[in-house]
């Protein structure tokens, strides 16, 4: 069983910084792209940025020149580095990845979510 554990959700106030970090465990499993998507209340879960396996990025234009999406592939580790946070930025924030598991393609796996509060 493979599972997405997200951690380095919290408070903080406008401007502030916050690094998530999302690590994969279980055995037998390789990771393809792997992502970062948000949902706010009442609204529908949006990408945040994604990144693939040899580190080509992607970022929704809401967070560019503010976040940076990284990961180490021995790890098996995704982060996001978010810089001059909004109020706006408010959300569960949810890691997912492309897993194969004993070399068969199983699909998007998605961890729990981590909330992030930007407030003063």
């Known amino acids: 069983q493979v599972q997405l554990v997200e951690s380095g959700g919290g408070l903080v106030q406008p401007g502030g910084s916050l690094r998530l970090s999302c690590a994969a465990s279980g055995s037998s499993f390789s990771i393809n792209a792997m992502g970062w998507y948000r949902q706010a209340p009442r609204k529908e879960r949006e990408l945040v940025a994604t990144i693939t396996n040899v580190g080509n990025t992607n970022y929704a234009d809401s967070v560019k020149g503010r976040f940076t999406i990284s990961r180490d592939n021995a790890k098996n580790t995704v982060y996001l580095q978010m810089n001059s946070l909004k109020p706006d930025d408010t959300s569960v924030y949810y890691c997912?990845?492309?897993?194969?598991?004993?070399?068969?393609?199983?699909?998007?796996?998605w961890g729990q979510g981590t909330q992030v509060t930007v407030s003063s």
């Open positions: 997912n990845a492309d897993l194969y598991v004993s070399g068969w393609y199983r699909g998007v796996y």
